[in-house]
């Protein structure tokens, strides 16, 4: 797992964490409009696991967690120990490979393998662009890493323990969303979802973030 921080000024004593989905950079949400005060800090290409200690966020007196896709259930996974003043999932459950919370995994690695095969990027599609994270400074995964981090988590979220540990206070939904069906999203987070008009990628629902802080 890799960290960037967008966002590091000495005296902020407000975290925003985002915890990405497999694929992602932080180029997904680098164009965001963030408020004054607050340090952010991506984590992305979970091609490993690991926990993030409450010891190294001392300094913040809030850290707000927005997790998407896959990003949910590593949240579940590595920010056990933070003291999180408020968790907002976007697009995903803690349930990634559940025939009835998760999304379509067999078909996803099989689209990502043939695509990858052919050199192309499985998660670019010029025609619509309103379904992908826009160009930004950070290295875009190549396909055959994009590969390896989908099979890591394929694997390591069918082995290790399904049990939710942390509170989530809201879960954004989008209805246009082809990676996680919006309907079995429903069915996992009853009255904490909220529905909005999207495909699977958010970040151009500038409210999504911003409107929780």
Known sequence: MKEAWLIKKTGNRRLILFMLGWGATPNAV???????????????????????????????????????????????????????????AINGTPY???PQYGLRLKVLQRTIRSVAAMGGNPFRDESHPEKYAPAGPFEEPSPDQQVEELDFLAEACQTLP????????????ATMDEIFPPARMRAYWGEL?????????????????IGEL
């Open 162 to 173: 399904e049990q939710p540990h942390l509170t989530w206070n809201r879960a954004y939904i």
């Open 96 to 98: 990634p490979a559940s």
């Open 30 to 88: 680098h164009q965001l409009p963030f408020p004054e005060g607050y340090d952010v800090l991506c984590c992305y290409d979970h091609r490993s696991l690991r926990p993030l200690k409450a010891a190294g966020f001392g300094d913040y007196d809030r850290i707000y967690l927005f997790a998407w896709s896959f990003g949910v259930w590593v949240a579940e996974q590595s920010c056990q120990e933070l003291p999180l003043h408020k968790a907002i």
């Open 193 to 209: 979802g909220v529905e909005f008009e999207s495909y699977h990628f958010p970040f151009y629902c500038e409210s999504i973030v």
